[in-house]
């Protein structure tokens, strides 16, 4: 399935100069259906998710977090809770689920990817002419699910080395700045800086998974705290925009303290022309030692990483 337009010459221009673009209306609603629904079914699953693959590496199945039932025991035992992703002044209600992977297992999910508009966008955006899915996350906020995103940059995360790497963030809810917005720092893409990995449950916090070797990376700015001194931008969305971003780019989101409003979204991984596999030293993927490839290997060679453009 096709955008329904081409992607403007000023929307590539954005993406370069922000490292960001909000491309509005561009992706056919009967799409976006199909993959809310097939979302929804992996949100709905009640299958035992085995836990360990985040911290072993070794998944072939994806992994979940709930991080509202994660916050709730943080503030139980937290030195100081205030430090906590959270929405000031909101306690953490609901779910806020954080499905890594599943277009491994979900049939469904993959199909949409592959047969999606998703990769001539990315192909757009990245003036590539090869485009491959890396991986892909899924994200429920329910009301009152008041955890915060905090600023992170994907590319510690990503086993992969190159430049054309776009992250594709698709809503299937209507989305406002109290129901979880992205935001962005436009123009960190270009700061030559790469960062720890994010603990995702304190503003600055960083990942200590056994194994991981991230003292070689820079520390995490305090965004939050200094908030005037960057270039930040906050996009609202609805079904059929698509965000993307450069995998270089800080980026968050809010939690969402609406009283009665649903905020699912995709963050679909894309990678161009230049984009090989590495075994990153700082990534926690939770597929990370099941994958059979190389350093400097182009992603072809796994069946993980189906072409979705060339």
Known sequence: MTPTRDVSDDEIETYRRDGVVAIRGVLPLEWVDRLRTAMQQVFDRTT????????????????RTDMVERMTTLLRTADDPGALALEAGHAPEGRSIVETDPGS?????????RDGPLGSIAAALTASERVNLYSDQLFLKEPGSSVRTPWH???????????KVAVCWVPVDVVRLDSGAMGYVRGSHRW?????????VTSTGTMSFPGLAIDDLADLPPIDANADDYDIVRFEAEPGDVIVHDWRTLHGSAGNVSADRLRRAASVRLAGDDVTFLLRRSSPEPFRHTVDLRDGDPLDRSDRFPRLVG
Do not use: M
């Not at 035992?48 to 992994?63: P, W």
């Open 48 to 63: 035992d998710v085995d836990r360990t693959a985040l911290v072993t590496g070794q998944s072939t199945a994806g992994a």
């Open 105 to 113: 297992w979900h049939e469904g999910l993959r199909s949409a990817y």
């Open 153 to 163: 940059q994907d590319k510690p995360y990503f086993l992969l080395q190159g430049t």
């Open 192 to 200: 030559g800086t790469t960062y720890k990995p994010s603990d995702f």
